[in-house]
């Protein structure tokens, strides 16, 4: 008798299958837009601080960098999900590097953004918005009041721009107003100067006798420039000064509330403790 012939073991456990060459295509296109997105846009900025395109160019080629980040994710989201319903290997590091890069660079971005939409759209911050100081040396945009917002709200109804923007801006930073410190107008103005330039700024005019500063800070890879001025009048017979400080973007209608920020951090630096709010 004979023994019959047996078959030769079948594991039931079939292999994964073998990544398909589309998804890797895929795999590389989430790669290129991830990386590839956030050297755009530093390129956009770094262009026009070059000037080599204006600044609006600049800024509609960053938003366009941050759609592909965004497109970025959602494809990136997309394999994932098709990978892990097929069983299909996630090991593809061109994958996760481009998800991780679209996700900090689209992030960053848009909480950027964010940060815009929480501020209003004004581009000219003063201490005193009755009587701003004024520029001499340097001079205020010729379109300053162009575009403040609010001209179609009924709320504004009747305002000049300049009184739109007055309104405005107390509703928004209520706390930027001017500060009395307990030195004289001369030592707060050296004390300006030597902040100003320790800031990196271009310091364009110095008046102890007048108690007047004007500077320029040039900021991000756009090289944005914002001109200061500083005002400081004598209190208490001298022995006291009240500072009043105005921050002004040369371009755009937003700053993304930089300008507010600048007045707070350096009358806060030059007036330390002393500080106290006139009204």
Same mark, same amino acid.
């Given at each position: 008798m004979t023994d019959p012939i047996t078959e030769p073991a079948i594991d039931p456990v079939a292999p994964a299958p073998a990544p398909t060459r589309s998804r890797d295509y895929a795999a590389w296109v989430v790669l290129v837009l991830g990386v590839g997105s956030a050297?755009?846009?530093?390129?956009a900025a770094f262009g026009s601080g070059m000037g080599l395109w204006d600044f609006r160019m600049g800024i509609q080629q960053l938003m366009f960098s941050v759609i592909a980040a965004i497109v970025g994710v959602l494809?990136?989201?997309?394999l994932i999900i098709i990978a892990k319903r097929k069983g299909a290997s996630l090991k593809r590091p061109m994958l996760w590097v481009g998800l991780a890069a679209s996700l900090l660079y689209s992030g960053y971005?848009?909480?950027?953004?964010?940060?815009?939409?929480?501020?209003?759209?004004?581009? !000219?911050?003063?201490? !005193?918005?009755?009587?701003?100081p004024m520029f001499e040396t340097l001079t205020? *945009?010729?379109?300053?009041?162009?575009?403040?917002?609010?001209?179609? !709200?009924?709320?504004?109804?009747?305002?000049?721009?300049?009184? *739109?923007?007055?309104?405005?801006?107390?509703?928004?930073y209520p706390d930027v107003r001017s500060v009395r410190v307990n030195?004289?107008?001369?030592?707060?103005?050296?004390?300006?100067?030597?902040?100003?330039?320790?800031r990196g700024w271009d310091v364009a005019?110095? !008046?102890?006798?007048?108690?007047?500063?004007?500077?320029?800070?040039?900021?991000?890879?756009?090289r944005f420039k914002d001109d200061v001025v500083l005002r400081v009048r004598s209190a208490d017979n001298g022995r006291g000064s009240i500072i009043d400080m105005r921050s002004v973007s040369?371009?755009?209608?937003?700053?993304?509330?930089?300008?507010?920020?600048?007045? *707070?951090?350096?009358?806060?630096?030059?007036?330390?403790?002393?500080?106290?709010?006139t009204r």
């Open positions: 050297i755009w846009g530093l390129f494809l990136a989201i997309i971005m848009l909480s950027v953004a964010a940060k815009g939409f929480s501020v209003p759209a004004i581009h !000219d911050v003063s201490t !005193d918005l009755a009587n701003p205020l *945009r010729a379109d300053n009041w162009d575009a403040i917002p609010g001209g179609e !709200d009924s709320q504004y109804s009747g305002l000049t721009p300049q009184q *739109r923007w007055i309104q405005i801006h107390q509703d928004a030195k004289p107008v001369a030592t707060v103005i050296a004390d300006a100067e030597r902040l100003a330039e320790a005019a110095v !008046d102890p006798a007048a108690g007047r500063l004007e500077a320029t800070e040039t900021i991000s890879l756009f040369r371009v755009g209608q937003s700053d993304l509330g930089v300008n507010a920020a600048r007045v *707070r951090s350096f009358l806060a630096d030059l007036s330390g403790t002393t500080t106290a709010a």
